[in-house]
C-alpha cells in the first residue's frame, strides 16, 4: 500500500468523510492539512515543481482549512478546539481576501511591478493557504536558526517591510522559544499540537529570515508605515483583510527563493507574529504584552488583533 | 475481446538484463503512440530518447513471426537544457509524441519535452548511386588518365537505413510545462498546450505561434485550475477540447472568436455530495482526454475511473466506468505518497467500442462499451511468456473472500504504473509501457475489429 522502504505512518482510513460528526473526519482533515503543508513547503526544493501538483495541493489545503471552519460545533469544542488557531488564521485570511481594501490600492499598485518578478518565475505564484504556510516557515526559521544557505531573494519588496522590524523579528524568536523549549514536553490541547505541527513541518524550509532582512534600506521602510498604519484602524476583519492585501504570491520556484512572495510575505511579519504563538486564547496575553512588541509602532492594533482570534 | 489476447515476445526497451532487478531512469518510457496506419510505432522516454518500431509485413511462411514489431530506428530528440533566466533545469524527458500523416514515402512525427516541440523526418534509404566517372567506389578522386569512358550512375540497392533529421523546431513559446500536443486535421497546423495556454502553430512557422487559450488569471494568487490535456477533433479543424485540474472539459471553436478562452461547450459532472471527501478535486482531476475516432464522444481519465462523453451532452457523461475503485478508501495514503497525483493515459480501440486504460501493479484494463463486460490484465514478465494467452487478474479488498490468484489491494505494488498506453489504430494491438519496458500484445483471435 504504501511505497516501498517507507517507513508507515498512520493515515486515518477507511473515513466517510462525507460524515463530519465522525470522530475520524477531524483527525484525517488534520492529517491532510499536515501532509498538505509538508508538500507544499517539499515541493519548493524540487528543481521541477510540477504547477498541476502545486496548485492540486494547495486548493486541498485551502478546502481543508476552510472545512475546519465550516464546522465551528466541532472547532468551538471547550476541550481544545482542533486547530482552531491555525485554521481560524487560515480562514480568517481567506475570508479576508473577499473583501478587497480599497485604501490599499497605492501599496497594490507597489506589487504591480514586482508582477514583472513574479512573471519572469515562472511556476509562480499562487494560494493564499501556501503564503500562510510559508509565512509560517519563515516565522519558524527564525528560531529554527537553520543552518541551511536561504536562497536569498530578490530585495524589492523587502523595502515595504516596516521600520522596527528587527524588534519585530526580535520578538517572534523570543516569542517562540518560549514555546519552542515546550514542544516536546505539552501534551495540553490539540490546538497546541496542530500549530505545533505547523511549526514542525516548516523546520523543513531553508528559508532564514536573518538572510532577508539583512538588506533592509530601512529608509525606504518608513514610507509603508503610514499604510500599514492603517492595518489597526479598521475594524476586526478589515484588519485582516489589509494583512491579506499584503499577501502576495509566492513562487514554487525553489532556486527562485519565494522570490517577491515571500518578501512580501515579510511585510507581514510584524503583526502574524502576534499571531504566531497564540494557539489559544489562553496564552495569548502574555506574548502580546511583551516589552519588543509593544516597541513597536507601526500602529497596529493589538486589541483589534486579539478580537479576530478570540472571535475566530 | 480482452479474455483471449495473445502474448507476442516482449519488447525491451533497452537491452535490458533480465537478472537486474533496477531500472535506469533514463530508460522509463515517457510516452507511446502509433502512427495512422499502425505500422510504426514510437516509444519517448526520461532520457529524451525516441525508439520507433516497425511492424514486420506477415509473412506466409513463418506464421507465428508475422506482425511483430522490431526497432526500426532510434534517435536523441531532445537534450537536458538549462534555462539561466530561472536557474531551472529543462528535462530532456518527451512528454508527448504525435505522427502527422503520411504523404509521401517519409514519415514525420512531432515530439516535445517541457519547452520545445520537434518536428522529425524520418526516412529510408535503400539505393546509393553507383558508377560515378570521377569518384570511385570508395569515394576516392579518380586518376582522370584512368578515364577512358563515361558512364551513367546507376542506383544500386544496399542496407537499409533509416535516417531521422530534425526539420523544425519550435521553441520559447511555453512559459510552463507542455502536457499535450495534437495535429489538427487540416495537417497544416498543431496545438501545444502548457498549464496555463494552448498555442497554436503552423507546422512551418517556427518563429512564431498563436495563442488561443489562456486561463493564467491577472493575480497568480487566484490560480486554482490549470490544462491538464488538449486535443483538436479528429474531423473538424475548428474545435478541440482541453481538460482542466478540476475535471471539466472545455470544446471550443475557433471560428467564434481568435482567444477561445470562453468555451464553446463545458462538460462538467455535477459532484456527488455523498462521495464527497477532501481529495475530490484531486481525484477529479482529468488526467488525459481522447476524442472517439467517430469524434463523436470523448474519453476522460481521471485518478479512479474512466468516463465516455456525447458531445451533445454536457451535464454529464455517457458512461463512467471505474477502473480501480478499491483505492478510494485509500486515497488519504495515495496522497501522502503522491500516487495520485499520477496521470493515467486511456486510449480507444479503432471502432470505439473498447477502451483502456492504466492502473498499478503493472495492470491495465479495458472496458467494452457494448457489452458492458472489463478485463484487468498484468504486464509483467512474470506472467506473459511470449504467445501464452494472458490471464486475466482480480483484484480483491483486503480481508474479502479470496480466490487463487487474486492480488489484494494491499499487495498491490504502487512503483509498477502503467500511466502509457496506445491501441493500434484498425487492429487488436496494444502497446503498454510498464516503466522501462514496452509490452505489444495482439489479439490473434479477433484480428479484426468488431
Redo the contacts between chains.
Keep these: 500500500?504504501?511505497?516501498?522502504g517507507?517507513k508507515r505512518?498512520h493515515?486515518?482510513?477507511?473515513?466517510d468523510?462525507?460524515d463530519r460528526s465522525s470522530p475520524m473526519w477531524e483527525s484525517?482533515?488534520q492529517?491532510?492539512f499536515s501532509?498538505s503543508l509538508n508538500?507544499y513547503h517539499h515541493s519548493q526544493g524540487l528543481?521541477?515543481p510540477?504547477?498541476?501538483?502545486s496548485?492540486?495541493i494547495?486548493?486541498?489545503l485551502r478546502?481543508?482549512s476552510l472545512?475546519a471552519f465550516a464546522a465551528p460545533s466541532v472547532d468551538m469544542e471547550a476541550s481544545p478546539p482542533p486547530c482552531s488557531s491555525s485554521s481560524g488564521l487560515l480562514e480568517s485570511v481567506f475570508t479576508a481576501k473577499h473583501h478587497p481594501a480599497e485604501t490599499f490600492s497605492n501599496s497594490h499598485s507597489a506589487l504591480d511591478e514586482d508582477e514583472d518578478w513574479?512573471?519572469?518565475?515562472?511556476?509562480?505564484?499562487?494560494?493564499?493557504s501556501a503564503?500562510i504556510s510559508s509565512i509560517l516557515t519563515a516565522l519558524d526559521s527564525t528560531i529554527d536558526g537553520s543552518s541551511q544557505a536561504a536562497p536569498r531573494t530578490p530585495l524589492r519588496s523587502l523595502e515595504n517591510l516596516p521600520a522596527p522590524t528587527d524588534g519585530g523579528v526580535g520578538w517572534v524568536k523570543q516569542g517562540f522559544r518560549g514555546y519552542g523549549g515546550g514542544w516536546e514536553q505539552q501534551e495540553e490541547g490539540r490546538a497546541r499540537e496542530s500549530s505545533t505541527e505547523l511549526m514542525r513541518c516548516s523546520y523543513l524550509s531553508e528559508l532564514t529570515v536573518e538572510d532577508l532582512f539583512q538588506d533592509i534600506d530601512s529608509s525606504l521602510l518608513e514610507m509603508d508605515m503610514g499604510v500599514l498604519g492603517l492595518l489597526g484602524s479598521g475594524g476586526g476583519c478589515p484588519t485582516g483583510d489589509d494583512l491579506l492585501r499584503y499577501?502576495?504570491?509566492f513562487s514554487s520556484?525553489p532556486?527562485?527563493p519565494f522570490s517577491l512572495s515571500l518578501n512580501q510575505n515579510l511585510k507581514c511579519l510584524p503583526s502574524l507574529s502576534s499571531f504566531g504563538p497564540l494557539s489559544s486564547s489562553s496564552s495569548s496575553p502574555t506574548c502580546l504584552s511583551s516589552p519588543p512588541f509593544s516597541s513597536q509602532n507601526h500602529g497596529l492594533d493589538l486589541e483589534h488583533l486579539m478580537e479576530i482570534l478570540v472571535e475566530s | 475481446m480482452g479474455e483471449d489476447t495473445d502474448a507476442t515476445p516482449t519488447l525491451n526497451h533497452r537491452g535490458f538484463l533480465p537478472d537486474h532487478n533496477y531500472v535506469t531512469e533514463a530508460d522509463i518510457i515517457s510516452t507511446v503512440e502509433f502512427n495512422h496506419t499502425g505500422e510504426l510505432l514510437a516509444t519517448g522516454d526520461k532520457g529524451g530518447r525516441v525508439v520507433i518500431f516497425q511492424r514486420e509485413p506477415e509473412s506466409k511462411t513463418e506464421p507465428f513471426s508475422q506482425g511483430e514489431y522490431n526497432v526500426y530506428s532510434t534517435f536523441q530528440s531532445h537534450e537536458p537544457e538549462f534555462d539561466y533566466?530561472?536557474?531551472?533545469?529543462i528535462?530532456e524527458k518527451i512528454n508527448k509524441i504525435r505522427w502527422l500523416p503520411q504523404q509521401n514515402a517519409a514519415h514525420f512525427l512531432l515530439s516535445t519535452n517541457?519547452k520545445t516541440i520537434k518536428l522529425w523526418k524520418v526516412s529510408e534509404r535503400d539505393k546509393r548511386p553507383e558508377g560515378y566517372n570521377l569518384k570511385d567506389e570508395e569515394g576516392r578522386i579518380k586518376d582522370l588518365s584512368t578515364v577512358t569512358s563515361l558512364q551513367v550512375p546507376v542506383l544500386m540497392p544496399m542496407d537499409l537505413m533509416v535516417e531521422v533529421s530534425p526539420r523544425r523546431v519550435f521553441a520559447n513559446a511555453h512559459?510552463?510545462?507542455v502536457n499535450s500536443i495534437s495535429v489538427n486535421s487540416d495537417y497544416q497546423t498543431y496545438m501545444s498546450a502548457d498549464?496555463?495556454r494552448i498555442n497554436l502553430w503552423h507546422l512551418d512557422i517556427t518563429d512564431r505561434s498563436f495563442n488561443i487559450v489562456d486561463i493564467k488569471p491577472a493575480?497568480?494568487?487566484?490560480?486554482?485550475?490549470?490544462i491538464?490535456a488538449a486535443e483538436f477533433h479528429p474531423h473538424h479543424c475548428n474545435l478541440f477540447v482541453y481538460s482542466s485540474?478540476k475535471g471539466t472539459l472545455r470544446l471550443c471553436d475557433m471560428r467564434e472568436a481568435a482567444l477561445c478562452d470562453k468555451h464553446s461547450k463545458l462538460f462538467e459532472e455535477p459532484e456527488d455530495?455523498?462521495?464527497?471527501?477532501?481529495?475530490s478535486?484531486?481525484i477529479s482531476?482529468v488526467s488525459d482526454v481522447k476524442f472517439s475516432h467517430s469524434g463523436r464522444y470523448l474519453l476522460t481519465r481521471d485518478y479512479l475511473t474512466a468516463k465516455v462523453w456525447d458531445l451533445n451532452m454536457e451535464s454529464k457523461p455517457l458512461e463512467t466506468y471505474q477502473v480501480h475503485d478499491y483505492l478510494r478508501?485509500?486515497l488519504?495514503?495515495l496522497?501522502?505518497?503522491?500516487?495520485i497525483?499520477d496521470k493515467f493515459e486511456c486510449a480507444w480501440n479503432g471502432s470505439d467500442s473498447v477502451i483502456m486504460t492504466g492502473a498499478y501493479n503493472n495492470f491495465f484494463r479495458m472496458f467494452d462499451r457494448n457489452t458492458k463486460r472489463d478485463v484487468t490484465l498484468e504486464a509483467s514478465r512474470e506472467s506473459s511468456k511470449p504467445r501464452a494467452v494472458l490471464k486475466p487478474r482480480r483484484v480483491c479488498a483486503a480481508g474479502g473472500k479470496r480466490r487463487k490468484d487474486d492480488i489484494s489491494?494491499?499487495s498491490?505494488?504502487?512503483?509498477k504504473k502503467i500511466l502509457h498506453t496506445a491501441w493500434h489504430p484498425n487492429e487488436n494491438i496494444i502497446a503498454i509501457a510498464a516503466t522501462n519496458n514496452l509490452y505489444i500484445f495482439q489479439d490473434k483471435l479477433n484480428s479484426e475489429m468488431h
Excluded: W
Excluded at chain 1, 500500500?1 to 516501498?4: D, E, L, N, P, Q
Excluded at chain 1, 513574479?118 to 493564499?128: A, C, K, M, P, V
Excluded at chain 2, 533566466?85 to 533545469?89: G, H, M, R, T
Excluded at chain 2, 493575480?219 to 490549470?226: G, I, Q
Design positions: 500500500m504504501i511505497m516501498k517507507q505512518k493515515p486515518p482510513e477507511e473515513v468523510v462525507s484525517q482533515r492529517f491532510v501532509v508538500k528543481p521541477e510540477s504547477l498541476r501538483r496548485v492540486l494547495a486548493n486541498t478546502q481543508v472545512e513574479g512573471s519572469i518565475s515562472t511556476d509562480s505564484d499562487f494560494s493564499l503564503v499577501l502576495p504570491p520556484s532556486s527562485h | 533566466l530561472k536557474s531551472l533545469e528535462e517541457d512559459t510552463y510545462h498549464d496555463l493575480n497568480m494568487e487566484d490560480l486554482t485550475e490549470v491538464t485540474s455530495p455523498s462521495a464527497r471527501s477532501f481529495f478535486e484531486i482531476s478508501s485509500k488519504c495514503s496522497y501522502e505518497n503522491d500516487c497525483f489491494v494491499d498491490l505494488d504502487f512503483t
